[in-house]
């Protein structure tokens, strides 16, 4: 059953605002652009554009055990790029772009290390600390998580509570078809240096990736701590250890290893301990 979001802004109507969205993405697929849009439909999608960014509407979120990924929130996102482009200046560098960053005020709560870049239309939440990463627009970072040096949490990403997404990470962006399902990182996983998780897959609360560890939709995911290998693909399940591998394959020119995640067994204490991050980063407050 889909569940009806109910924003903090007055401004947006759901009901109401699904409908025209659906209305003005499938105008734009047959030729109808920004560029002919009334005001109030400009007003609309900036309006949409607004409470993503405020954390007031959501691209995707879990009800009960399952994601369910609201599609009008994508089209919204994927309206914006209709948008002229304009220059967004940092300092003395200028930029072209048609979505705009966002301008920390230093009331939100969140760390942010130089020169980590944030796009409007991505919310991140009060605790968080920012390394120089990128996060793109329609993401969801959530309380108390770090987003490493180097790392990327793309287009509609869903990162939960506590996350460490360490350095170099890719966590991949998913933004069409509108119905698709973005990546999901659960509350407390841990992704090692230079993970890879991308094409809506999800990686469920507790679990920790090794450095390395690329799950893709069609990744081979291989439980190995019983007797005989189980094989699954799209989901890393909660509280596994999960390191690189790989898995025979036969070709015509012969038999080789093809990549795959081994599920070698579940986090105990003293893997908390080796993925905590550090209390220094979180609790001082060395501004003056």
Not at 27 to 51: H, I, P, R, T
Not at 71 to 86: H, I, Y
Not at 222 to 241: C, E, F, L
Request: glycine share 10%; proline share 4%; with cysteine.
């Amino acid at each position: 059953m889909k569940k009806i979001l109910k924003p903090k802004s007055a401004k947006i109507n759901i009901s109401q605002s699904e409908k025209r969205i659906d209305e003005l993405y499938e105008q734009m697929k047959s030729g109808y652009f920004q560029n002919k849009w009334k005001a109030a439909e400009k007003k609309l999608v900036q309006d949409c554009l607004n409470a993503l960014d405020q954390g007031h509407l959501r691209i995707c979120e879990k009800i009960g055990a399952s994601w369910i990924t609201n599609a009008w929130l994508k089209k919204v996102v994927l309206l914006s790029f209709q948008a002229k482009n304009f220059p967004i200046r940092s300092g003395d560098l200028q930029f072209w772009d048609k979505i705009a960053v966002k301008k920390w005020k230093g009331t939100e709560g969140v760390r942010v290390v130089p020169p980590a870049v944030v796009r409007k239309g991505a919310f991140v939440q009060s605790g968080v600390i920012l390394m120089p990463c990128f996060i793109n627009i329609g993401a969801y970072v959530d309380s108390g998580s770090m987003i490493d040096t180097w790392a990327t949490v793309g287009s509609c990403a869903q990162v939960g509570k506590n996350v460490h997404v360490s350095g170099g990470v890719g966590i991949g962006g998913v933004l069409e078809p509108a119905q698709a399902q973005p990546v999901i990182i659960e509350d407390h996983v841990f992704l090692g240096s230079r993970c890879i998780v991308v094409e809506g897959a999800i990686i469920e609360e507790g679990a920790v990736l090794a450095a390395g560890v690329t799950i893709t939709a069609s990744t081979k995911i291989v439980d190995v701590t019983g007797h005989q290998m189980k094989i699954t693909t799209g989901k890393i399940p909660a509280r596994s250890v999960v390191i690189p591998g790989t898995i025979p394959k036969q070709f015509p020119a012969g038999e080789f290893g093809t990549a795959c995640a081994l599920i070698i067994g579940q986090r105990k204490k003293s893997t908390d301990e080796k993925t905590s991050l550090n209390n220094t980063l979180r609790e001082f407050d060395l501004s003056v």
